[in-house]
């Protein structure tokens, strides 16, 4: 079957869940037995988001391929089931830059580039090349709403892509708000027309339209919306907020949206297998207990900034069929002073990662409160970094210890900088090179781990060797290794080769794990990653 393209656009105002609709029809589609991949185009000038501020963009995802990408992709990898990789995810200024490297190579053999036809081609390109393992169904998201200057000549591209695909491999489904107005009891489609008509004037007619609303929308006001949207009253669907993200995709089955596409593009009459959909929710409704988990980090504000952690905690809250309190607790103001009234209450801690120093010292505080205390801890990344420097601190005896990320002189540069290791994927030396436009300062992406015999984590695992994500520049100091290992805090995890340590823990301790990695982007609702399974089991036994 040739592959069939499903675009989604969003109208009105930005954040109402295009990644996730995205997602959850993907996960309908793929309930159905077809091959689904999906794809974010975002309009912003960044080549990718690993330089911007988690303030203004969340979390930066990362894929196997070490990728750093928009947020939405965590949503399709949970959703659906499928590693993305660099090619799930594109920007303007990816394109651009791009089409501008063309341009001075001279690909373009003098002649004027222009955005139609140059960068739309690229941007054409660039959907097509997503679906390079036979998938049935190729969704792609177009980040941005419709109407903002920087989204136009995607949506110009996806326009022209229904005249060289064929109108029945392609669908445009278009999310857009229909506020309710309280004082009044009315919802209202007045934005809903006026978010189509500005995707009609660019040549788009939408063929279904998702209503996001705080409550369901009535027969007669999908009609109405249906008459001025100049789409059939059975293509516009109701997008009611919800409590629990996972019920999305059993909404949208409820509503007949994926039967509809289903007509629309001519896929194979199939029902769609929802049970474990199905069992999630019913799980995560009726949970046999409650854990309380304090996450120490600096974005607080900023729930978005950790959303595939939020969600890694959900999913081993499932496992354990206990709901999931999250307290988040600023670093900055945590202190030994305040320790005590800051982290009590707490069943278990954990410390993600980040970069910069701001915060480091109450993170440092947070794993020292855990360790002693018998606290259930999980650092990740930045956070086993500060577990290690605590340890050497209030263990070793080092005071001075530090990372030299922080303090350049530092006497005890427990956690430094590694100029060269052996990537084990392109199984080649790599060095790391600052002047480096992306990556080369970086260790991202996806390496693997040898699991120490004996150890939490080879029983978390249940296996010898996994592979994980990382993104990070600073490494613990191998020189310490010995020392460390005498007092008492096991590498449980280190690289095939033992130069670079991935996992470490405290022997006599409930429950205390760092690792270097990000295991929070490889967890799925259905299957929680190991650690965060073993994190909240152990916080389940400490409340």
Not at 148 to 160: K, S
Not at 280 to 287: R, Y
């Amino acid at each position: 079957m040739k592959t069939k393209f499903l675009f989604v656009t969003g109208g009105v105002l930005s954040s109402l869940g295009k990644g996730l609709a995205a997602a959850s029809i993907g996960a309908l589609l793929k309930s159905r037995g077809l091959k689904v991949t999906i794809q974010k185009l975002d309009p912003y000038i960044n080549v990718d988001p690993g330089t911007m501020n988690p303030f203004q963009h969340g979390e930066v995802f990362v894929t196997d391929d070490g990728a750093e990408t928009d947020l939405d992709l965590g949503h399709y990898e949970r959703y659906v089931g499928v590693p993305m990789a660099q090619y799930n995810n594109y920007t303007s200024g990816s394109i651009y830059h791009t089409v501008i490297t063309k341009e001075r190579r001279g690909d373009y053999l003098g002649g004027t580039v222009q955005v139609i036809p140059h960068v739309t081609d690229e941007i054409k390109k660039a959907i097509r090349g997503v679906a390079r393992h036979d998938e049935d169904v190729a969704i792609i998201e177009i980040g941005g709403t419709v109407g903002d200057i920087e989204g136009l000549p995607f949506l110009e591209a996806i326009r022209q892509l229904r005249s060289d695909l064929g109108k029945e491999n392609v669908c445009y489904i278009h999310l857009t708000l229909v506020p309710y107005m309280r004082a009044a009891g009315e919802l209202k489609t007045k934005p809903t027309q006026h978010s189509v008509k500005e995707l009609r004037s660019i040549g788009i007619q939408p063929d279904l339209i998702l209503c996001r609303s705080e409550v369901e929308l009535s027969d007669e006001l999908k009609g109405k919306i249906a008459l001025f949207c100049n789409v059939e009253q059975d293509a516009v669907f109701s997008a009611v907020d919800l409590d629990n993200i996972y019920e999305l995709p059993l909404a949208f089955y409820n509503e007949g949206l994926d039967q509809k596409i289903a007509i629309m593009l001519r896929l194979p009459a199939k029902n769609p297998s929802l049970a474990p959909w199905q069992h999630l929710v019913q799980t995560q409704s009726n949970p046999q207990g409650r854990v309380k988990i304090g996450i120490v980090g600096k974005y607080v504000d900023l729930k978005e900034a950790y959303k595939s952690l939020h969600e890694a905690l959900i999913h081993g809250g499932v496992s354990n069929m206990v709901s999931v309190e999250l307290v988040y607790v600023s670093a900055e103001e945590l202190s030994t002073e305040n320790a005590s009234a800051m982290l009590q209450g707490l069943d278990g801690i954990l410390v993600p990662g980040g970069f910069g120093y701001r915060g480091v010292e109450g993170k440092i505080v947070a794993s020292g409160y855990a360790r002693t205390h018998g606290i259930p801890f999980f650092g990740i990344c930045l956070g086993m970094q500060c577990a290690v420097v605590e340890f050497a601190r209030n263990v070793l005896g080092l005071p001075e210890a530090n990372s030299s990320e922080f303090v350049p002189d530092t006497p005890d540069p427990i956690i430094y900088l590694m100029t060269e290791w052996y990537d084990f994927r392109t199984q080649s030396m790599q060095t790391r090179d600052e002047t480096s436009e992306k990556g080369g300062t970086m260790r991202l992406g996806s390496y693997p781990c040898q699991l120490k015999e004996g150890t939490k984590a080879r029983e978390a695992y249940g296996e010898s060797r996994v592979e994980e994500r990382h993104r990070h520049r600073y490494e613990f100091n191998t020189d310490y290794s010995r020392i460390c290992q005498e007092a008492g805090m096991v590498l449980s995890g280190t690289s095939p080769d033992e130069t670079l340590v991935e996992i470490v823990e405290i022997t006599d301790h409930p429950w205390f794990v760092g690792c270097q990695f990000h295991p929070e982007f490889k967890s799925r609702p259905m299957q929680p990653h190991p650690l965060f399974r073993e994190f909240i089991r152990a916080a389940k036994d400490n409340s």
